[in-house]
């Protein structure tokens, strides 16, 4: 195999050296065409490949959700999944203390998540350094990413954490670009704009497009302010996942207040300290909001619901959801619901399969 990961280098230096401006952005906009491919490259070789390449750990998916904790080392990933699970996942002074993936089960009120301790990763993790691939495709596979960053660290751990995730297609906390785009058999090229574009032009979508083979496909913008970044994650949308990213910072018994406060007002962070058992239990319940899931219980009729026990179903889930969780042909015989909690006008409330749960809703399904 050439050596990627220089190749990857060559793009990056080139354009570092290119001065941005309105002559070169064409340029440019190849050339990160030509780095994201060069990256699921890097990442997901064929058969035949090399095999270190990002296959995660094996550790299979268990419970209703997965989080996995991810950060440089001793930041005390491991200490939190020992304070939040039954598992003791080693703790030490020193850096590299987990060298694999150790899963815990979080029980949250008749939820069950499951919880991996990852090694710690270092800058340029995704381009193989240390057990950074693996790790971060353990990452890939889960539904929230919680990224613990030491408070008494230097600032830039955050962005230098996101670039690497960012490197191998994760995008935290955002949506995938307001694009559509459909590959056809012939026709050409149809672009066209919903409103007229600030950042890209058509000749560069025509470009990029035409570097990606995708000569006969229909693309619309939706997104005025879409950019070439945006276009390559459409174009590449196997390779990418979006997922929510929990930062917390742990460690605040060794910072003053004062920063403490400006930690605690970056978007999408919590604060805490394991060793003084500080702000643990405020972390979890935000784990818990960023898995954006409802627990439901189940009530027969003339028994009081099961709270030790919850259904566990997305934010938007309906009754529908709820029956296919219970089983696989509820539906079928489906004559009502009736609802308690607050996503019900009055309790209980008599409700069709469209109605849409709240967290905690307590369910009794009536059959025909
Ligand atoms: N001051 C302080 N130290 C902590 C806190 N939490 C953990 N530590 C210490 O930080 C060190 C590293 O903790 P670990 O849990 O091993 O960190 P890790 O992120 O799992 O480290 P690796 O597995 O090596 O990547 C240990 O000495 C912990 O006792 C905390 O809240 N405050
Ligand atoms: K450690
Ligand atoms: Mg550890």
């Not at 090399?50 to 930041?75: E, I, Q």
């Not at 056809?184 to 066209?192: F, L, N």
């Not at 009081?304 to 296919?324: G, N």
């Amino acid at each position: 195999m050439v050596n990627i990961t220089e190749k990857i280098k060559e793009i990056e230096s080139e354009m570092a050296r290119t001065q941005k401006n309105k002559a070169t952005e064409h340029h440019l906009g190849l050339l990160k065409g030509k780095l994201a491919r060069l990256r699921v490259q890097l990442l997901e070789p064929g058969p035949g490949g090399a095999g270190s390449a990002g296959t995660g750990f094996d550790v299979s998916k268990a419970g209703d959700a997965r989080m996995a904790l991810v950060g440089f080392p001793s930041v005390g990933k491991s200490t939190f999944l020992s304070k939040i699970t039954k598992t003791k996942s080693s703790v030490a002074a020193y850096a590299f203390t987990t060298l694999t993936a150790i899963p815990g089960v979080l029980e949250y009120q008749g939820a069950e998540i499951q919880v991996l301790d990852l090694p710690g990763i270092i800058e340029g993790a995704s381009e193989g350094k240390g057990r950074g691939r693996q790790v971060i495709s353990a990452a890939k596979t889960s539904d929230l990413i919680v990224m613990i960053l030491d408070a008494t660290k230097r600032a830039e751990q955050r962005a230098l954490l996101e670039s690497e995730l960012e490197a191998v297609g994760i995008r935290l906390n955002r949506e995938s670009p307001n694009i559509y785009l459909k590959a056809k058999k012939a026709g050409g090229m149809k672009i066209s704009f919903a409103s007229p574009p600030n950042i890209l032009d058509e000749k560069m979508v025509y470009n990029i497009l035409k570097d990606y083979k995708m000569l006969n496909c229909e693309v619309l913008f939706r997104d005025e302010n879409a950019t070439v970044d945006d276009l390559i994650d459409v174009i590449m949308k196997d390779h990418r996942k979006y997922i929510r990213c929990l930062y917390v910072y742990n460690k605040i018994d060794s910072v003053s207040v004062e920063f403490l406060d400006k930690l605690a007002r970056e978007p999408h962070t919590a604060v805490m300290s394991c060793e003084m058992d500080l702000g643990v239990q405020d972390v979890v319940d935000k784990c818990w909001d960023y898995l954006q899931l409802n627990r439901i219980y189940t009530k027969r009729k003339g028994i009081a619901p099961d709270f030790s026990e919850a259904l566990i179903v997305r934010k938007d889930a309906t009754i529908e959801d709820v029956c296919d969780q219970i089983h696989r042909t509820l539906k079928e015989h489906f004559r009502y619901a009736l609802v308690w909690g607050a996503s019900a006008r009055h309790v209980p409330q008599r409700v069709g399969l469209t109605h849409t749960v709240a967290d905690e809703d307590v369910v009794s399904i009536v059959s025909k």
